[in-house]
């Protein structure tokens, strides 16, 4: 019995000592990155920071900068989306299933909201009337138009061919977007490509996001003029027309706001309006177009249809067509690259 205990005190005196573990520090979080990047930096680098320094005064003179040990991020930076998101670490097979592209800018929207590829603008550039999108991944360039140019799509292009496609749509705004992977020194290479373009910097929103159609707007259109009335005919005097047209010029270019991107660059719209003899627009409608944006014809109408001029004399209604030029601000045009 003596040596049984022995053994026992033995067993429990040999047992290991349980070892407590302490749990994991947290990761810390990523340090700000600034607006340089070394020569390895990489698309997702450059986007985090501009998502880092968007709400930020800053100097801006070209979206991106040459400089001996890297690259600078010198935009001036907008987007209309928040927070901006990162891109995808492959955009192939989306480029697969699409076509066309949405594209977003701080203007509004190229599209119609059936496309799958999405693009978002983070760097600040002046509204036109149309969009294109050239998207590098690990296989080459691929060129997409938005869903209303019916540009064809290509995929896996060189410098050379990529740049050849956009040349299809002169005038277009190239939206340029990478995956996350694709290196600073190839982005900056395709950006000195496109020197003679406006260009602005665009990431991808995931392939899930659903980007609604904007809701219809109506407008009332008479491309033949107003309709035919059987009411007498007013007169009003050319000043008494002018000033009671001054507010429709005043606040007319806030309705480009109102539109997409194609409507946000201006044009000029003719309006058919008829005054009644108490001097209230009776009618307004689109006589000719050059916007095609139903929303900012829309807005235009109805700041029209608020105008009031003094009574026609003889009472009557009189019948005008009114020209109504839109501009935006002052253009933004930033270079796309600027060398050391």
């Known amino acids: 019995m003596r040596s049984w205990l022995s053994l026992l005190l033995l067993t429990f005196a040999c047992a290991p000592k349980p070892v407590v573990t302490a749990p994991p520090a947290p990761p810390p979080p990523p340090q700000p990155l600034g607006d340089r990047f070394p020569a390895q930096a990489t698309f997702a680098d450059l986007v985090r920071s501009a998502g880092e320094l968007l709400d930020r005064e800053r100097p801006a003179d070209c979206l991106l900068a040459r400089e001996p040990a890297g690259f600078q991020l010198r935009a001036e930076l907008a987007s209309s989306i928040r927070p901006l998101p990162l891109p995808a670490d492959d955009l192939d097979a989306l480029l697969k299933q699409s076509d066309r592209a949405e594209l977003l800018g701080a203007w509004g929207r190229h599209g119609d909201g059936s496309a ?3 693009l978002v603008s983070f760097t600040l550039a002046a509204p036109t009337r149309e969009g294109v999108a050239i998207v590098a991944t690990d296989r080459g360039l691929s060129v997409r138009g938005a ?7 290509r995929d896996e292009l060189d410098l050379g061919q990529a740049v050849a496609a956009l040349a299809q749509l002169p005038n277009a705004l190239v939206f340029v977007a990478a995956e996350a992977r694709y290196p600073l020194s190839k982005l900056a290479a395709l950006l000195g490509a496109l020197a003679q373009r406006e260009v602005t910097l665009a990431t991808n929103l995931s392939a899930d996001t659903s980007l609604r159609p904007r809701a219809p707007t109506r407008v009332t259109r008479c491309p033949e003029g107003l309709p035919n009335t059987t009411e007498p ?3 009003l005097p050319t000043p008494a027309l ?11 270019a806030d309705c480009l706001l109102s539109g997409d991107a194609r409507g946000a660059a201006g044009g000029r719209l003719t309006l058919g309006l008829r005054i009644d003899a108490q001097g209230k627009v009776a009618t307004a409608c689109v006589v000719r177009d050059e916007l095609a944006d139903d929303a900012v014809a829309g807005c235009v109408t109805e700041l029209a249809h608020r105008l009031t001029f003094p009574p026609p004399s003889p009472a009557g209604v009189v019948d005008v067509e009114l020209p109504v030029a839109l501009r935006p601000g002052p253009r933004v045009v930033q270079p796309a690259l600027c060398a050391p």
């Not at 869903?147 to 799509?153: E, K, P, R």
């Open 116 to 118: 799958r590829l999405a």
């Open 233 to 235: 005919e007013g007169a």
């Open 242 to 252: 002018r000033e009671g047209v001054a507010p429709l010029a005043e606040a007319g």
């Open 147 to 153: 869903s209303t140019t019916g540009l064809i799509a």
